[in-house]
């Protein structure tokens, strides 16, 4: 019997890895982007991604635009999560307790209206905007 499963596209920070280690990987598979070929990005990530379908209840995927525009190409439904754009300095913090380095922190506060302005106007996808204290367990 196959499952059916859902996509997620989720915004560094939300809880992705919490999750994924908290419910296991027969319900979860962490398809984390930066471990696929970039010469062939994103059409292998998405190959992966159509072979996981069926395989697992939840697939977390990245949430970066290419990566959207590519579920939407390939007529992929998902989910879209990210916090709140007025949360910024919440989610700064995050990245700093979780050890993360100082270029991925700085990208992160220098893109961050960017970027969540694009996931706000994101065609072919349902969003759900995190608030805050809110985390990917919380809504899913």
Do not use: C
């Amino acid at each position: 019997m196959t499952k059916e499963t859902k996509l997620i596209s989720a915004f560094p920070g939300v809880g992705k890895s919490y999750l994924f280690k908290n419910k296991g990987n027969k319900i979860i598979l962490d398809s984390d982007s930066s471990k696929f070929d970039k010469k062939k990005f994103p059409e292998n990530y998405i190959k992966h991604i159509k072979d996981n379908i069926g395989m697992a209840d939840i697939i977390l995927v990245s949430s970066h635009d290419v990566v959207r525009d590519a579920l939407v190409a390939n007529g992929l439904d998902f989910t879209l999560v990210y916090p709140d754009k007025s949360i910024k300095d919440e989610y700064i913090q995050r990245y700093k307790d979780r050890g993360n380095k100082d270029d991925f922190v700085n990208r992160l506060e220098d893109n961050w209206d960017r970027w969540i302005d694009g996931m706000e106007k994101q065609k072919g996808a349902k969003h759900i905007k995190l608030q805050s204290g809110q985390y990917l367990s919380d809504v899913i």
